[in-house]
Structure formats: C-alpha cells, structure tokens
C-alpha cells in the first residue's frame, strides 16, 4: 500500500468536536477541559533528569540493540517487578518509544502479504498500521479460536487501551498455545502494568512472559512496555521488547539497517528509571487520586464504566452512537475521544483520559455534577 492510500490521521476528525468545544468554553465563562490524549502532565522524576545530563557526553554513535546497562535495567526490573525470572541483556531490546516499534515490528519480521496479523477487537489504532506498512491482513479478534491459520503475528494488549481490561494468566496461556499452534509470533503490549485498579490494584497484572503463562520456554512470544506513562518519559522515548532472543535478533538485523537507535543520555536515564519504583509508584497514586475524582462523577452524571480495571483510562457509555455522547460531553467544553477511533467495536464508547491535571480533572467532575449531560 502506498503512502497515499493511508487513512486519516483520526484525530484530525475531532477538529469540529474542538471548535464546539471552545465556543461552548467561552459562553459558560471556563476553559476546555481535555480528557482525550493520555500524553503525561507530571514532571519527569529529578533524579531521571540527572541521568540524563551525566550522560550527555554522546560523542559516538549509540549501539541498536541497547548498552549492557540499559538491557540489564529491563532484565532485572522484569523479575523485581514483574515477576519474570531469567532474562539476561540478550533477551532485551531498547526502541525508539513503543509506537515506533508496534508499527514497524510486522515488517522487519518479515510478515507481508498474505500473512495476517491480529489484534484486540478494540484497540489503539498503532496495531493497525503496523498490518498497513507490512502490506498483511489484519484481522479483528479477542477470541484464540478465531485466529485464521495463516497468521504470523498476533498483537495482545493488557491491560488495554483504550477498554483498560487485563488479561489474567489463564487467557494468556491459551493465547501462547494457539499462536505457537499457527506458527506465529505473539507479543502482549504491557504499558499499563503497573497501572492496576479495582480488583487489581494490589495484585502483580500477569505478563506474557510470566512462568505461569510461558513456564521457561519464551519461543515465540515476546512483551513490549515503555516508561512514558510510569515514569512521565513520554518526551524521552524510552521502551524496550523482550522475550524470545531468536526472534529479537531477526527484529535487530532490520532495525540496525534502519538507524533505530535511542540515544545514549536516554539509555542511561531508562537505566536508572527502572532501577528505583519510588517515584514510579508516587505518579500511580497521582492517577489513583485523579481516578477516584473522576469515576464517580461520570456514573453520577449517568454513565457507565466498562472494564477500566487497569491503566489511565475510563471506557464510558451511555449506550449510544459515541459521537453523540462526545457532542455531549462538548457542551460542557470537555473533550473525549471517540470509541470508534479504536474500532467498530468501540463504537459505544468514548474514553476520558486521567492524565490531565488535577485541576482539570476536578472541574470536569464538577462540571458532570451540575449539569445535566
């Protein structure tokens, strides 16, 4: 498929959303209140930005795959926190951010037409273009059973954006033993790990590389997360995939031909992230807070909550078209993102972000208090 033949840029499709928005803001005499891109509004941690000036000495040219101590950071950080046992540097590979590698992995794998690649019903639209740029099939489906026979990727999301559900261990294993039965690939997108509520929020959300999903044997399958999110590294573009080192060194080879390298003052400053849960647990109770603001607000005002267990989201409905409900919202000069952008499945739906900041946070629960939606 040729550049030309991409689609829309989704968000672009919210403009009139924004324009109603600002005219309803200036009428009732407030600001806009955005609760669409989940991009961080805290600061970066103090002793993270050292990291990164210790390192600013980056006269050579930085290594694709990642430095020993930046790889060695994400091994042991999986078994610390993660509880996964056993990786070593050579399991590990850095990216570029996650974005960049959810869109190119399909292709450096070489999975190309008539191939298919799946992913969750609703999901962040990444998952798709990635299918796009490899030229390959891709296929819609929660359900193992449903994955054809000629698919060579399957991308998993948990805990999911934009729906906020984790997958626990017993669905995973049954995902793993159905991909290894189609000969494909599968990789669990785990940015929100550690990001779990309700029902979760004092248990481990499972990895795919978990030995109680994969045991010992991580052949075929592979675990992408970044530190955007848990430690506001969003402008650092810090990230990294580990698993099976087979497949990691074929992902390598293609990615050294195209000079995806992060730079090294980052590399050591996702070294010393990952090294300390400290602050990285201060920003979760930064979004609990947020979460317990907003949450009761939205049901009060009429809405439901689906799933919502894990990550920086809220998935809302008020069973209707999520066009409707996001005029809705606009009325009160809140911005949401609309369910479709995720897929047919989220048509439903809109999600409302906990990144913005506190402030914004408290007046759009207000604002659902006192005026009818």
């Not at 795959?65 to 610390?80: P, S």
């Not at 409900?325 to 993102?337: D, K, P, S």
Request: contains cysteine.
């Amino acid at each position: 498929m040729g550049l030309q033949a991409l689609p829309a840029y989704p968000w672009d499709r919210l403009d009139p959303i924004r324009t109603r928005a600002a005219e309803r803001a200036a009428e009732l005499g407030v600001d806009v209140v955005d609760l669409t891109v989940g991009s961080p509004v805290d600061p970066t941690p103090q002793r993270i930005r050292d990291a990164l000036v210790e390192a600013t000495d980056a006269h050579g040219y930085p290594t694709t795959a990642g430095t020993a101590e930046a790889r060695d950071a994400v091994a042991e950080w999986f078994a610390r926190d993660r509880g996964v046992p056993g990786l070593t540097r050579d399991d590990v590979l850095l990216t570029v951010g996650s974005k960049e590698f959810v869109a190119s992995a399909a292709f450096f794998l070489g999975i190309g037409a008539g191939d298919a690649i799946v992913q969750p019903e609703v999901a962040y639209p990444t998952y798709e273009m990635g299918a796009v740029f490899a030229g390959a099939e891709l296929v819609r489906a929660d359900d193992p059973d449903d994955w054809p026979a000629h698919t060579k990727l399957v991308w998993l999301n948990s805990p999911g954006n934009p729906t906020g559900r984790v997958l626990d261990a017993d669905f995973l294993r049954r995902a793993v033993a159905r991909a290894r039965e189609l000969g494909a690939i599968i990789i669990n997108d785990e940015c929100y790990a550690e990001l779990g509520w309700d029902a979760w929020a004092d248990r481990r959300i499972p990895s795919i590389l978990d030995p109680d999903v994969v045991g010992d044997d991580h052949t075929g399958v592979l675990a992408c997360s970044s530190l955007s999110k848990r430690s506001n590294l969003a402008g650092y573009r810090a990230a990294y995939v580990a698993g099976d080192a087979e497949v990691l060194a074929k992902l390598l080879v293609g990615r050294k031909h195209a000079g995806l390298m992060m730079p090294s003052p980052v590399q050591h400053a996702l070294a010393v992230a990952l090294g300390d849960t400290a602050d990285a647990r201060e920003q979760y109770e930064r979004y609990e807070s947020r979460r317990e603001v907003l949450a009761p607000a939205v049901r009060d005002a009429g809405l439901r909550i689906d799933d919502s267990e894990a990550g920086l989201y809220l998935w809302v409905t008020r069973g209707e078209d999520c066009w409707s409900t996001v005029a809705a919202f606009a009325e009160l000069a809140i911005l949401t993102g609309p369910g479709e952008f995720y897929g047919d499945a989220g048509s439903g739906h809109v999600r409302l972000t906990l990144t913005a900041p506190d402030a914004a946070i408290s007046e759009a629960a207000w604002r659902l208090r006192q005026h009818a939606l």
